[in-house]
């Protein structure tokens, strides 16, 4: 009989916030996260593969495929419970950066890093990223 192993949650999809142990790949950036099926979307994305006008984003006003910028516009005509159905994973993600951005700095602190140069790599004063950070010591 073949045992199922768990893995336990190390962390989760700055995308679509799966946990590690709901995806067959976890990928780390720095302070970020990308699971396999986010990276499959993306190459799509990045592809141009669409179905429909409605799924692609085509905006019926001007006849311009939402693949055509740069940018997708990932909040292109979405309705009022679809934005307050994802306030949710927005306010997950943010504390996510939030914990490994904690994480880093407190890294940064043991390798020796002065509140000066971790102000400095932050955009802020030294006495702001030792209020913000000196209590995660």
Do not use: H, Y
């Amino acid at each position: 009989m073949s045992e199922v192993k768990e893995r336990s949650t190390i962390a989760s999809c700055s995308f679509c916030r799966k946990p590690n142990s709901e995806v067959e790949k976890l990928v780390a950036g720095p302070g970020v996260f990308i699971c396999d099926g986010c990276v499959a979307l993306a190459a799509q994305v990045i592809a141009g593969a669409t179905s429909t006008s409605a799924e692609s984003g085509e905006s019926a006003e001007s006849g311009e495929s939402a693949w055509d910028s740069p940018v997708a516009p990932w909040d292109r005509e979405m309705s009022l419970d679809a934005v307050l159905a994802t306030l949710g994973s927005v306010a997950a993600a943010g504390e996510q950066a939030e914990r490994n951005l904690a994480l880093w700095v407190a890294k940064a602190r043991s390798l020796g890093a002065t509140w000066s140069q971790i102000g400095q790599a932050l955009g802020m004063a030294r006495q702001s990223a030792w209020e913000r950070f000196s209590g995660e010591e």
